[in-house]
């Protein structure tokens, strides 16, 4: 290998951004309802005291990513969506990054027998690209376009002033609803605000009879350091301080609570729970669903 290339291979290694990963779905139970963990693809950080432990350096992070066996030169994330069927509604939470990036979510709805047409309403955790991408098609067309486009409305107002998001929010206008957290939007579905990492950043509390999951969304990226060291900021949230908060008092809570969650950014399919572990936490995933 000649110097350049060693040069070339190293700095993409560590390149940020989208990484494509092929379409996955995978189904389970919760009381009465069908879910389904929908891959769209991955993305990777490299370890430079930006999106990850900016208050604590590269060499901080290497080394609780070195305890836990993985590389210390970039954090590794998965880019997920969560499917519920209920009757008389079909939710998907999370759109992945869309054709933009190459996104696998429509081949990975096609794979849980979902055609685009049939998904009544699509919860949105907050507006960034990797989750917000997919609700438009290859064409810059809605993507769901029966559907009702559910998001906080601190979230809604957010994603309006975003420039890069002007095309996409103008496109989706007439379909979204846009509400305030903490009540049942949708049978057994309930948001919860959890700003800090956009401002109007929210999760969703899923229950059916006595099972229950929350789709955490954003509070913690990383099943790595993220839970290790929530209190630890990073450049990955927008507001890095009440990111760390939310996050820490939300991870206190699920290992209290030992509630089943969803992440859309931890290793697929993101499902599993919250654990306590010397001054922070590990993450359990339902090895069952594998
Ligand atoms: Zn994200």
Redesign the pocket.
Known sequence: MGRLTAVILALWSVAAGPVRAPPAAVSFHLGALELTALRDSG?VSPNDGGDFGSDVGPQAVGEVLAAAGASQDAIS?S?DALLVRMPGHVVLLDTGFGPDAEGALAASLRMADVSPLEVTDVLI??S?P??IGGLLDADGKSAFPRATIWLSQREWTSMRSRGWASKLAAAIAPQVKAFEPGRQILPGITPVALYG?TPGHVGYEIVSGAANIEDI??IA?SSIVSLAKPAWRGWIDEDPKAAAATRSAELKRLAATHELIFA??FPFPGVGWIVARGDGYAWKPDTDLR
């Open positions: 993305y994330l880019v955790t907050h960034h990797d989750h990492h969304g954003d990226h859309p950014h």
